[in-house]
Nanobody, 124 residues
């Protein structure tokens, strides 16, 4: 079973930076797409940034030029990071790690997996 564990959230002042990390566990040999979504209070969950196994990325317009998604090239790319710079109060949300298309022990699982989320609060 695939488990995603996030870390790195917290309280930061406007203009500050944070780095989120998420590691997938469960005898995984590859993950097709891995990245981040967020959900602010009273809002729907939205895409922040994702990266494919081959390195292609997709960002929300609201975070382009401020956030950077990356994946660890070791450990089968099972760790994804989100570097967040120039944070704004509107970035406050619970950030969820997401993985799609997981190969584990020779079997491909075309599922959509989620972490439990980590809270990012941007406030002075």
């Amino acid at each position: 079973q695939v488990q995603l564990v996030e870390s790195g959230g917290g309280l930061v002042q406007p203009g500050g930076s944070l780095r989120l990390s998420c590691t997938a566990s469960g005898s995984i040999s590859s993950i097709n797409v891995m990245g981040w979504y967020r959900q602010a209070p009273g809002e729907e969950r939205e895409l922040v940034a994702v990266m494919t196994r081959t390195g292609s990325t997709n960002y929300a317009d609201s975070v382009k030029d401020r956030f950077t998604v990356s994946r660890d090239r070791e450990n089968a790319g099972n760790t994804v990071y989100l570097r967040m710079n120039s944070l704004k109060p509107e970035d406050t949300a619970v950030y969820y790690c997401n993985a799609v298309g997981v190969t584990s022990m020779g079997t491909f699982y075309n599922g959509n997996y989620w972490g439990k989320g980590t809270l990012v609060t941007v406030s002075s």
